[in-house]
């Protein structure tokens, strides 16, 4: 991954993020899962969200894409606050995430699988409904074809028929990711796209990841150092709930609080 030499240094606090949490707060079963938590997001940059297991990386990205309501504080979109998120609302925006694990549906094809992440933009409902039927919806067929042409630039063209189940866990994983980009999003929100893989496969992740920018905002949640170190240019740091350090790699790395953070932690890694 060396040579990714496209950095941007951001001075903190930034003044027009593009998404934007701002002093949230969730309980969930009792317990304080985040506590105001406040992170920026700049556009055409790669951020990077990390901390040691259970710090509340995932729910960040719940709320943000509202699958979870904060208790108190806002989500901010190009500085306007976003209430009551809706997925419909997260498409409009450009906001595309993939879940951690890999998320696939186990019935739909890889091919269907990745249709569905552009499947918002056919107007004739839900693409699974019409899975079977003749693809006689125009729309459909392009959604079809430009679905394969992502997974062909993916190098998982052959994979298309298959059912994740019979597929290995990195092609799985580039499934998932073709299914957020097909949307053509503006924003991707990526949690732990390199669990599982290759040293190899996480170089090429880097590389694709990188090159997304500047057209393309990406939040990456990663545990693999080495990774988040290369491609983000402002890291985001949380511990039991909290912010406990941001600011380049370099400042990051250094940093004791993060040190001792990731010390008490049993690894990071799954
Ligand atoms: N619905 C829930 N009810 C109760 N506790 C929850 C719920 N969801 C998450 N938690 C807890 O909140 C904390 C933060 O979880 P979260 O999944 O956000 O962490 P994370 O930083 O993504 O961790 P990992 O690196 O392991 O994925 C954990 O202690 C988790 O057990
Ligand atoms: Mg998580």
Same mark, same amino acid.
């Given at each position: 991954m060396?040579?990714?030499?496209? $950095?941007?240094?951001?001075?903190?606090?930034?003044?027009?993020? =593009?998404?934007?949490?701002?002093?949230?707060?969730?309980?969930? !079963?009792?317990?304080?899962? /985040?506590?105001?938590?406040?992170?920026?997001?700049?556009?055409?940059?790669?951020?990077? =969200?990390?901390?040691?297991?259970?710090?509340?990386?995932?729910?960040?990205?719940?709320i &943000?894409?509202?699958?979870?309501?904060?208790?108190?504080?806002?989500?901010?979109?190009?500085?306007?606050? /976003?209430? $009551?998120?809706?997925?419909? $609302?997260? #498409?409009?925006?450009?906001?595309?995430?993939? /879940?951690?694990?890999?998320?696939l549906?186990?019935?739909? #094809?890889?091919?269907?699988? %990745? &249709? =569905?992440?552009? +499947?918002?933009?056919?107007? !004739?409902?839900?693409?699974?409904?019409?899975?079977?039927?003749?693809?006689? *919806? +125009?729309?459909?067929?392009?959604?079809?074809?430009?679905? /394969?042409? %992502?997974?062909?630039?993916?190098?998982?063209?052959?994979?298309?028929?298959?059912?994740?189940?019979?597929? @290995?866990?990195?092609?799985q994983?580039? %499934?998932?990711?073709a299914?957020?980009?097909? +949307?053509?999003?503006?924003?991707?929100?990526?949690?732990?796209?390199?669990?599982?893989?290759?040293?190899?496969?996480?170089?090429?992740?880097?590389? &694709?990841?990188? +090159?997304?920018?500047?057209?393309?905002? %990406?939040?990456?949640?990663?545990?693999?150092?080495?990774l988040? &170190?290369?491609?983000? *240019?402002?890291?985001?740091?949380l511990?039991?709930?909290?912010?406990?350090?941001?600011? #380049? @790699?370099?400042?990051?790395?250094?940093?004791?609080?993060?040190?001792?953070?990731y010390?008490? *932690?049993?690894?990071g890694? $799954?």
């Open positions: 060396k040579g990714l030499d496209t $950095h941007v240094k951001y001075v903190l606090p930034l003044t027009h993020p =593009l998404l934007a949490v701002e002093n949230i707060s969730i309980t969930l !079963s009792g317990l304080k899962i /985040l506590d105001d938590v406040s992170i920026g997001v700049p556009e055409g940059a790669v951020t990077g =969200l990390i901390g040691p297991n259970g710090a509340g990386k995932t729910t960040v990205f719940n &943000m894409s509202g699958f979870l309501t904060a208790d108190e504080g806002n989500v901010r979109f190009d500085g306007k606050k /976003l209430k $009551h998120i809706k997925t419909h $609302h997260l #498409t409009k925006l450009g906001i595309s995430r993939t /879940l951690q694990g890999v998320g549906f186990a019935s739909l #094809t890889a091919l269907e699988n %990745v &249709m =569905l992440g552009g +499947s918002s933009r056919v107007k !004739s409902g839900i693409v699974a409904d019409s899975f079977g039927a003749p693809w006689a *919806d +125009s729309a459909q067929n392009k959604l079809r074809g430009e679905a /394969l042409e %992502v997974m062909t630039e993916f190098g998982i063209a052959d994979a298309a028929d298959r059912y994740p189940g019979e597929l @290995p866990y990195p092609v994983k580039r %499934v998932a990711i299914r957020s980009l097909i +949307s053509d999003p503006k924003v991707l929100l990526l949690d732990e796209p390199a669990g599982g893989i290759s040293a190899a496969d996480m170089a090429e992740l880097g590389r &694709m990841i990188r +090159s997304w920018t500047p057209e393309r905002t %990406v939040l990456l949640v990663e545990h693999h150092m080495e988040v &170190m290369e491609v983000c *240019d402002l890291i985001w740091v511990d039991a709930g909290k912010v406990i350090a941001s600011g #380049t @790699p370099e400042e990051v790395r250094t940093n004791p609080a993060v040190l001792a953070a010390l008490g *932690d049993d690894g890694e $799954h």
